[in-house]
């Protein structure tokens, strides 16, 4: 599959929207680390260049190390919060139903892909 650009701004309704590649996404609602973070008060998708990846030494002592998040699963990630972003700026319901949002980014995500 190619690998597509991620633009680091774009605009949605004259707004300026900006993309920033951060070590770790935070998911604002508490749940701890995720892949990404679309925020509407900032105008900002977040994305995260690494994810945990939870290991066990000989002794079964648990640590943690960053793995690189793969450019087509950024990719993917990228899709989901720009449905998001649109959804904000449509001021829609359909923002908080992450199973729309998952369904519609993939769905993006694929078209982008796929077109000649």
């Not at 990846?53 to 720009?82: C, M």
């Not at 519609?104 to 796929?114: I, P, Q, R």
């Amino acid at each position: 599959m190619k690998i597509q650009h991620i633009p680091k701004t774009f605009e949605l309704a004259r707004i300026l929207w900006n993309t920033k590649e951060i070590h770790k996404a935070y998911d604002n609602k508490g749940m701890g680390y995720s892949l990404a973070f679309c925020s509407n008060t900032t105008n900002t998708i977040e994305l995260a260049k690494y994810v945990d990846d939870i290991n066990y030494d000989k002794s079964g002592n648990e640590f943690i190390t960053d793995i690189l998040v793969p450019p087509n699963r950024k990719n993917k990630v990228f899709y989901h919060e720009l449905v998001h972003a649109i959804l904000f700026t449509m001021e829609h319901d359909l923002n908080n139903d992450e199973s729309f949002v998952q369904c519609f980014g993939n769905l993006l995500y694929e078209y982008m892909e796929t077109r000649k």
